[in-house]
């Protein structure tokens, strides 16, 4: 099975809230991600999180952790039109390699 | 700072022939790793290397696949003779330190796609 798994689409309109979710089999992750990708660029580091926290906000997102249940959640606040974008998950378990797991991404697209 | 930069940023080839892929990384960034999205598929790792040394090739799919970082700085993938399932978007990118404390920073990648 997958190590990372994410939800493939999420349609909201403009100013709504946008959760999309993210769920991962490995308990030692020590950090968890999400990039950002817009058409034609590359990934952009959104934010990051520690797996001995549980939420962590920043402006308009807010991360959520459940480490028991393995689930990783980012929340847009007020989402604009520019949000649209694929949205990765990624966990670097600290295993010596500094390499990153990521799932499919989450194709975000916002509507006015 | 410039950030990541790979060329080309798109490549058509035809099953069989070669390809070369570069990548600048973040000048003074000891470790360049490659990445690639097969299409609908995960971002999976292919190899790190730390200066000229590969650290870890453990996500290189086959022997087709040859990587080098001759002198610490730029980067080449070579896929050599490429095949239909080797198309996707082939991603780089650079750290200073080898910590994931903030990740890394990716270039915007070269699409590459094999007819």
């Known amino acids: 099975g997958e190590d990372v798994e994410q939800s493939l689409f999420l349609s909201v309109r403009e100013g709504d809230s946008s959760v999309i979710n993210c769920t991962y089999t490995d308990s030692s992750s020590t950090y968890l991600y999400w990039y950002k990708q817009e058409p034609g660029a590359g990934l952009q580091l959104l934010t990051y999180?520690?797996?001995?926290?549980d939420m962590k906000q920043d402006q308009r997102l807010t991360v959520l952790l459940n480490k028991k249940d393995k689930h990783l959640s980012l929340r847009i606040a007020d989402t604009q039109t520019g949000d649209s974008a694929i949205y990765f998950c990624a966990e670097y378990m600290n295993s010596g390699y500094s390499t990153l797991t990521f799932g499919k991404g989450t194709m975000l697209l916002v509507s006015p | 700072e410039a950030g990541v930069t790979q060329f080309p940023s798109h490549s058509v080839i035809e099953k069989g022939q070669t390809v070369t892929l570069r990548c600048d990384p973040i000048s003074g960034h000891d470790n360049l790793y490659w990445y690639r999205r097969v299409m609908g598929k995960e971002i999976k790792f292919l190899l790190h290397?730390?200066?000229?040394?590969?650290?870890?090739e453990s996500g290189m799919p086959n022997n087709r696949f040859l990587a080098e970082r001759t002198g610490g700085t730029y980067s080449t993938l070579k896929v050599q003779p490429a095949e239909l399932e080797d198309s996707g978007v082939y991603f780089c990118?650079?750290?200073?330190?080898?910590?994931?404390?903030?990740?890394?920073?990716f270039g915007s990648g070269t699409r590459l796609t094999v007819v």
């Open positions: 990118a650079s750290s200073q330190e080898d910590t994931m404390l903030y990740g890394y920073t």
């Open positions: 999180i520690f797996s001995n926290m």
């Open positions: 290397f730390v200066k000229e040394s590969k650290q870890d």
